[in-house]
């Protein structure tokens, strides 16, 4: 079993920055790939942002340019710096590590972008 703990979530006005963090533990193995992903209200989750255990990242065409995903493999823990955010950035935020015999998620933080 993991265990993900988002934090970092908050109310912040449109064009500032938040940082997420996520924060693996139990059954950790040193090859795996974490994520970002969110759902906004009365939406389907949507990818965000993945990085390897390797450091390759992958993001979403609407976050390109302003979101960085980052780990830091001594601590088990991935980051997002959000920079520029928007009012449509608004949404529940969880993370996952991804094992090839399963997937775990976080419980999610909540990011509020206002106009």
């Known amino acids: 079993q993991v265990q993900l703990v988002e934090s970092g979530g908050g109310l912040v006005q449109a064009g500032g920055s938040l940082r997420l963090s996520c924060a693996a533990s139990?059954?950790?193995?040193?090859?795996?790939?974490m994520g970002w992903y969110r759902q906004a209200p009365g939406k389907q989750r949507e990818f965000v942002a993945v990085i390897t255990s390797e450091g390759s990242t992958n993001y979403a065409d609407s976050v390109k340019g302003r979101f960085t995903i980052s780990r830091d493999n001594a601590k088990n823990t991935v980051y997002l710096q959000m920079n520029s955010l928007k009012p449509e950035d608004t949404a529940v935020y969880s993370c996952?590590?991804?094992?090839?015999?399963?997937?775990?998620w976080g419980q999610g933080t909540q990011v509020t972008v206002s106009s």
């Open positions: 996952n590590y991804v094992l090839p015999h399963g997937v775990y």
């Open positions: 139990g059954s950790i193995f040193s090859i795996n790939v």
